[in-house]
């Protein structure tokens, strides 16, 4: 059975991604090697018949025949939200029809259940469905944003520059999730004194 898989913000053949006046420049040599340690942390990873969900700014500043290339050498079978570097819809046109947002349901091997989610480039503060259990993944934000019990954000700068699954992501929200009701258990018992 596949798994499914999430990333974002890859950047591929960005030099401007590793520049130190970035908020948080990525520690790589050159373009080319950040291009090949995501390939490998990819591949590494994700199966020919796994799903991956991709939430925007696959490429940036470089050939749309670079793009490709660096697509095909993808394990897994992608699926790309449109993010800031590809609002033109043409950007990445042999990758699928562009969307902004994309809601899904997941079950991986293991899963009692199909797990909702709402898939966007952006952080947003509500969604469809929200509750009703489902969660939502975001990129753009580059690792500036916390994860809350309910959302977080699937860059590859959050993720050592690597596509997360499900699981892992679940780990995460159920940490916050029980941190949010200590806090919410501490400011109740701090009211009542």
Wanted: some cysteine; aromatic content about 10%.
């Amino acid at each position: 059975m596949p798994v499914t898989w999430f990333t974002s913000d890859s950047h591929f053949g960005h030099r401007g991604i590793l520049s130190p006046r970035m908020d948080r420049p990525r520690p790589f040599a050159s373009i080319e090697e950040h291009d090949e340690v995501l390939i490998s942390r990819w591949n590494d990873r994700v199966c020919k018949h796994d799903h991956v969900y991709h939430l925007g700014d696959f490429a940036y500043g470089c050939s749309h025949a670079y793009a490709r290339q660096v697509f095909d050498r993808l394990n897994g079978i992608k699926f790309l939200i449109r993010g800031n570097h590809e609002e033109r819809g043409d950007r990445l046109a042999w990758a699928g029809a562009p969307v902004n947002v994309l809601h899904v349901h997941v079950q991986d091997p293991g899963m009692k259940r199909a797990q909702g989610i709402w898939l966007s480039h952006y952080s947003h503060r509500t969604w469809p469905n929200v509750w009703r259990g489902d969660i939502h993944l975001y990129g753009h934000s580059h690792g500036s944003l916390s994860a809350t019990a309910r959302s977080c954000d699937v860059g590859v700068d959050v993720w050592a520059y690597r596509p997360v699954r499900l699981a892992e992501i679940m780990e995460v929200l159920d940490e916050h999730s029980a941190r949010e009701a200590g806090d919410a258990a501490a400011a109740a018992l701090a009211e009542a004194a």
